[in-house]
């Protein structure tokens, strides 16, 4: 019988766990790898390998079609261009010193779009073939172009079918015609909040009346437009990171339970003031901890609290087609299913891409909303946005949820051949997906509690934890 390949990893159980290239995994021990390794499998591995869809009778029946499906299901397929973000200005009221996008300051001139980007934007957006369309506003802070936001949004609700609005904002100032936008039903809000007041205005307001004035505007968001359309995310120094109880404490104040933890970035003003190179083993340690802190509150909390890049792998693990996230995914092709427009008119694959851009270290922008993508460029970059044939990660349990960073890699290293498992990308991912198996196959029934919510199931469903003996 044909066996599909397997990849295989110590675990803390003096087990290994075993992959294949359709996320099909299971745990065994190491004689069963010297049989698989030496060809001398026996008859109950054969049964137990072809019951779970790791082997097949022949090519072409239903268990080798059904792995073809299950493998198929794991790459990303970009549809059409329907997520667009957009920077109508640089500037920005806040000098955050951990800032990834190199803004400017609030009254210089010459970074905010021009009549003739806007128009250029317009029709850029009126050329594409999608339905309906997501629109991220993106800064510097937006909100101090608050007539082209109106004017974009207008645009789209009556070229697209279906239109959302997501505007990136600090919160810092906002005016009653700001508030009547952010309560439209089809306007979401996302912000940034870094823990307590005290850890929120060291490292983004600077003096008290700012931070009083950002907590005061997060408290009539929440209640103004409910908490399920105000999105805060707490940017984490790794070096000197607050409590987790302290960040969880203060996103339920506010009645936030999703929480994307996201460390100091290597780009923009944070990597001339931030050790962020290469701080993957000290913040995945600090993430560690609070995925417990989380479980502890979850298990007598009956309003559940998660991390959410952290679920989202999690899910990615549990079930194939988990692509919302678009900086996991395999493919990770740019310049199709999303892009950006930055404030001068130039399209970047991402945000992150802009930011590497603009501080000069590569120019990896794709072309100008006058003149369209440069296809050239896009292919260039997509020939290595993937993972399947890396020399790296084609022996990784991991390979089928794991995805590529390609803007991370150059940002960090200046290169995207260094081997996989330098860089900060596959470290940081290396540790979630270690955690996510110790908690599949933890017997603790507080883990087992914080996995069925996350995963969205009544229970967690024990089969998941699959042993071979």
């Not at 493919?331 to 851009?357: F, K």
């Not at 003149?371 to 946005?385: I, M, P, Q």
């Amino acid at each position: 019988m044909p066996i599909v390949p397997l990849k295989f990893r110590e675990s803390d159980d003096d087990l290994l766990l075993f992959a294949d290239d359709a996320g099909g995994y299971f745990k065994s021990d190491s004689k069963f790898l010297h049989r698989y390794a030496l060809g001398r499998l026996e008859p109950s591995d054969i049964r137990f390998l072809h019951d779970h869809g790791h082997g097949f009778e022949e090519i072409g029946d239903l268990a080798y079609s059904g792995f073809e499906h299950r493998f198929a299901s794991r790459q990303y397929v970009p549809h059409e261009l329907d997520y667009i973000i957009l920077v109508p200005t640089l500037r920005c009221n806040l000098a955050c010193g951990y800032c990834q996008v190199s803004r400017v300051n609030e009254n210089t001139p010459g970074f905010d779009w021009d009549e003739k980007t806007i128009e250029a934007v317009l029709r850029f957006l009126g050329n594409l073939a999608t339905r309906k369309i997501k629109i991220e506003f993106q800064g510097g802070e937006p909100l101090l172009r608050l007539d082209i936001i109106k004017r974009v949004r207008d645009y789209c609700r009556v070229k697209f079918e279906e239109s959302e609005f997501v505007i990136c904002t600090n919160l810092q100032d906002v005016s009653f015609e700001a508030w009547k936008l952010l309560e439209q039903p089809d306007v979401f809000t996302s912000t940034s909040l870094d823990s307590n007041p005290l850890t929120h205005q060291f490292q983004r307001t600077i003096t008290a009346e700012k931070t009083n004035t950002f907590f005061k505007n997060l408290a009539a968001a929440v209640e103004k437009l409910g908490p399920g359309k105000v999105s805060a995310l707490p940017t984490i120094n790794p070096h000197n990171p607050p409590l987790p109880q302290s960040v969880i404490d203060t996103f339920l104040d506010f009645g936030i339970r999703s929480i994307y933890l996201r460390p100091v970035n290597y780009q923009g003003f944070a990597r001339r003031k931030f050790d962020a190179r290469a701080s993957a083993k000290i913040w995945n340690q600090y993430h560690s901890s609070f995925i417990d802190a989380l479980v502890e509150l979850n298990w007598i909390s009956d309003q559940p609290v998660e991390e959410y890049y952290f679920v989202h792998c999690l899910r990615r693990v549990l079930r194939a087609g988990h692509n919302g996230h678009v900086d996991l995914r395999n493919p990770n092709l740019v310049g199709y299913g999303y892009l950006v427009i930055d404030h001068d008119g130039e399209l970047y694959p991402t945000d992150e891409a802009r930011m590497v851009s603009r501080i000069g270290q590569f120019d990896l922008s794709m072309g100008d909303v006058h003149s369209g993508l440069s296809r050239d460029t896009v292919d260039a970059f997509n020939a290595e946005a993937l993972n399947n044939f890396h020399p790296d990660c084609v022996h990784c349990p991991y390979q089928a949820f794991c995805g590529v960073d390609l803007v991370d890699d150059l940002s960090r290293y200046g290169r995207i051949d260094l081997p996989k498992h330098l860089t900060d990308f596959c470290q940081r991912h290396t540790y979630i997906f270690d955690k996510i198996f110790s908690m599949i196959y933890s017997d603790d029934p507080k883990v087992r509690k914080s996995l069925a919510i996350w995963s969205g199931s009544p229970r967690f469903d024990g089969s998941l934890a699959k042993v071979h003996r």
